[in-house]
């Protein structure tokens, strides 16, 4: 049942065209997330991971409301858009301080020392050589645009492996799997490579290319959220100002409330009102739980700002769940160091299927079409 | 047609259902999940590098040559 001269020609024209488009960007993709893999050992290797030093267990915490006091004392003149606390460590909380409740690339961290109520460190996320990589990763420095642009090359990934597994079809009938021909001309061994590597890694780079892609409606799925979900939480609020920090209840009361509406949870983050992740009336508590899954699905507890009484804990919508769980299958940081490795190497070998492709379409016509050379046969018109 | 189906695609699907698994175990299960998950990729990987490796890429080309 070979392809027929058509079908090839379809296929060959959408691998083709789908790849050119997407490769310099997928390309950047593959060598900008390289480093990202690594954030974290990266982090602790130049010492911008904050670290807290260390005291007896048990040594008891200071209140929230103190803790933000001290992150506010460093940056009167803004605002505390979240706070959360580090995945590792319970006992480091982060105030991330912003000119206004809006969204911004304008911030600042303050890492503050649950134990002493003390300020650790201010870690700079906003610059620096990881900082670079994780813009030109996310969104080009060109916000959601350019997110959404990524998002666009990103679809047209998985066109272009779809149509390459269609494609390793006929190339691969007179072959072995894994067969690579280097007594023959270097396209050929290249093109053997391309096929080896592409069909190797194509569950993985549909994955993460599907994920990725999932990613970039992030903020346009939260934004959603806020209208589809909690637009009928806040009707009673209707006209209202966002609450003025000082006409705030206590966050530590707050806190305690909400972790009381989910017994067992942790604290995941905290959004405060009027940002992205909560309304102008409500602190929002994203608790999340402790099993491989539920550590990975924060459940929101919206607490009154100005009362600490919580007003809802509403179940996540599935497309916010998709959302979450398309995170992790995406970062490859969720099984330890092995699987970091693995991504690191499956990165690699999805950089050299690109590169491979775009050196086979440059070497397109020398001096025979790369079907002819590769010996490919094919069924005539309407046979197949 | 079976034979050859399973002769081209045989590998494939092997390892595709292995990289399935693998990203699917660590998600569900810490400890076991994250083991399998090593083994779901690893394999892959190890596939790849034995047949992109020119030493065996040698020994397949002798006869031809």
């Known amino acids: ?384 | 047609m079976n034979g050859s189906f399973w002769r081209m695609w045989g590998w494939p699907i092997v390892l595709g259902v292995l990289t399935t698994s693998g990203l699917l175990a660590a998600l569900l299960s810490e400890g076991w999940g994250d083991i399998w998950s090593w083994f779901g990729l690893g394999v892959p990987v190890a596939i790849m590098g034995w047949h992109s490796s020119a030493r065996t890429g040698r020994k397949e080309a002798e006869p031809g040559a």
């Open chain 1, 1 to 384: 049942m070979a392809l027929t001269v058509r079908a090839v020609r379809t296929w060959s024209w959408l691998h083709k065209w789908s790849s050119l488009v997407c490769t310099v960007f997928m390309l950047l993709l593959c060598l900008t997330g390289l480093p990202l893999i690594f954030h974290h050992e990266i982090g602790h290797l130049t010492g911008t991971e904050v670290e807290a030093p260390p005291m007896p267990e048990g040594t008891p915490h200071v209140s929230a409301d103190r803790m933000m006091a001290t992150a506010r004392a460093r940056y009167p003149d803004r605002v505390v858009q979240f706070a959360s606390q580090d995945d590792e460590n319970s006992a480091i909380w982060f105030f991330t301080m912003t000119p206004t409740p809006d969204p911004t690339e304008d911030f600042r961290s303050v890492a503050v020392d649950a134990r002493t109520g003390e300020v650790l460190a201010e870690p700079r996320f906003n610059e620096g050589f990881m900082w670079v990589m994780l813009k030109l990763h996310v969104d080009l420095f060109a916000g959601l645009t350019g997110k959404l642009f990524l998002g666009f090359m990103g679809l047209l990934l998985l066109v272009a492996i779809v149509s390459g597994v269609v494609l390793y079809a006929p190339f691969m009938r007179k072959l072995d799997f894994g067969a690579v021909r280097r007594d023959r001309s270097p396209r050929i061994k290249w093109l053997d490579l391309h096929n080896l590597l592409g069909v190797v890694t194509l569950t993985w780079a549909f994955v993460v290319g599907a994920t990725g892609m999932i990613n970039t409606w992030a903020d346009l799925m939260i934004k959603y959220w806020q209208f589809d979900q909690l637009s009928h939480l806040l009707a009673p609020y209707k006209g209202q100002p966002t609450v003025p920090a000082a006409e705030r209840a206590s966050l530590q009361k707050s806190y305690e409330v909400a972790l009381a509406q989910v017994p067992g949870n942790k604290l995941a983050f905290v959004a405060f009102p009027g940002t992205a992740f909560s309304s102008p009336h409500h602190v929002t508590f994203f608790l999340k739980g402790d099993t491989p899954i539920t550590s990975k699905l924060p459940r929101p507890v919206l607490v009154d700002a100005r009362t600490a009484q919580v007003t809802a804990a509403p179940e996540l919508p599935w497309y916010l769940t998709a959302l979450l769980v398309s995170q992790p299958l995406h970062f490859g940081d969720y099984a330890g160091m092995p699987m970091k490795i693995l991504w690191a190497l499956l990165d690699i070998a999805t950089i050299v299927v690109l590169g491979s492709g775009l050196y086979l379409w440059l070497r397109r016509r020398q001096p025979q079409t790369l079907l002819k050379e590769a010996g490919v046969t094919l069924a005539e018109e309407g046979a197949a």
